[in-house]
């Protein structure tokens, strides 16, 4: 944090304005005397005093210690330097630690007690004079130091709000870019999916190139839309990994959406022996229905990458209160897949499930067949 203490050059045009603001009250300090006889022998004195104290101010505003105790000096001499040594020591007091100030003001005090010695006012005791020396000089302290106070609040608000600034922007930034990574796997699932089915279908082609040419034509139309599909999806994937401001997501699936899922995969030729023995799922909250989406649309995928043209098995079952339970099963399959994958589909699953709240297992069944069974919370 910058040092509030320290003192600012003020610019050159407030300079001048000072100068010539405390040049005036010398100069009515200099022509109230006039009239008084035992004061009218020191004018010459005044005079060269009150130039000398203007001449010292410019001083005061780069070097405020210095110029402050010249001006106290000063002040023990004549009267005149007494609006200029007022300056000097408010001065000390705005950019100067307590103690400096309270050393200056004392100095001050010091000169015009000195001055009030061999220069009285008339009418005035002098214990009245030394009282109003002090206090004078004490207000002018108390005014610094307390505006001095202000002064560092102030930045020190100023630097706390920069700061939890700085720090909301963090967390935007942060959230923004964890809605990113979870769009973006949300679509890379979606993307695997697609292009598992397009190579299923190619794979068909390839292995009973004797098809009726309406077949071949049927899975040439699918291939053809589905990359069309897998496009725009990877294209929606590359827009989210950009940093860019507005991202207008695609409506999410939910559990209702299941039996789509699994009629698009027996479409392309796998299998599907789907047993839903859920009743009712109006009351799923809508991240758990997600995730058994994703849940089933991963293992379908699994399956036709390792285990294609063998049979699957989705079972889903459960209810408020009882929790929902997602069972797939496959035979094992010794083919090299359709589709080679990255060996990270099952392990973001089990992060997506375990933030859901639930459990995923996922293993070889004794008799060759692989598994993967999920445990979802479903508040009653």
């Known amino acids: 944090m910058e040092d509030l203490c320290a003192p600012r050059k003020p610019p050159r045009s407030v300079e001048i304005t000072a100068v010539v603001l405390i040049a005036l009250m010398v100069a009515g300090t200099i022509v109230g005397r006039l009239p008084d006889p035992d004061h009218r022998k020191f004018l010459v004195l005044d005079i060269v005093m009150g130039l000398a104290s203007l001449a ?20 023990a001499v004549s009267p005149a330097a007494t609006p200029p040594s007022t300056v000097g020591t408010l001065n000390v007091a705005f950019h100067r630690p307590l103690r ?6 004392a100095a001050g005090t010091a000169g015009h007690l000195i001055q009030g010695l061999w220069q009285p006012i008339h009418g005035l005791p002098y214990l009245w004079y030394a009282i109003l020396v002090v206090v004078v000089h004490a207000a002018l302290l108390g005014w610094g130091q307390g505006t001095q106070a202000r002064q560092q609040l102030l930045e020190s608000l100023r630097e706390r709000a920069r700061r939890a600034e700085a720090e909301q922007g963090r967390r935007v930034a942060e959230a923004r870019s964890l809605e990113r990574t979870k769009m973006a796997r949300e679509m890379h699932d979606v993307l695997a999916h697609r292009l598992s089915l397009l190579a299923t279908y190619a794979g068909a082609l390839e292995y009973r190139p004797d098809s009726s040419p309406e077949k071949l034509a049927t899975a040439a139309g ?28 695609r409506p999410q699936p939910t559990f209702g959406d299941l039996a789509a899922l699994v009629d698009e995969s027996r479409e392309a030729g796998t299998r599907i022996a789907y047993d839903d023995q ?13 995730t058994a989406y994703r ?19 989705v079972m889903v079952a459960g209810g408020p209160g009882a929790g929902l339970r997602i069972e797939l099963t496959n035979a094992a399959s010794n083919r090299t897949p359709l589709v080679p994958g990255s060996g990270t589909g099952l392990v973001g699953l ?31």
Request: charged letters at 20%; a negative charge.
């Open 56 to 75: 010292v101010i410019p001083l005061s505003f780069r070097r405020p210690v210095p110029g402050a105790l010249v001006l106290a000096a000063f002040a």
């Open 100 to 105: 400096t100030a309270i050393l200056v003001a």
């Open 222 to 249: 699918v291939i053809r839309t589905g990359v069309h599909q897998a496009l725009d999806e990877l294209r929606e994937v590359i827009h989210v990994l950009r940093d860019e401001d507005v991202y207008e997501a």
């Open 278 to 290: 859920v009743a009712d799922f109006t009351s799923l909250p809508p991240a758990t229905g997600r």
């Open 295 to 313: 849940v089933v649309q991963e293992g379908l995928t699994n399956a036709r990458k390792h285990a294609a043209g063998h049979p699957v098995s």
């Open 350 to 380: 089990t992060e997506r499930v375990q933030l859901a709240g639930g459990t995923l297992d996922h293993g070889r069944e004794p008799g060759g067949a692989f598994r993967l069974e999920a445990s979802l919370p479903w508040p009653s």
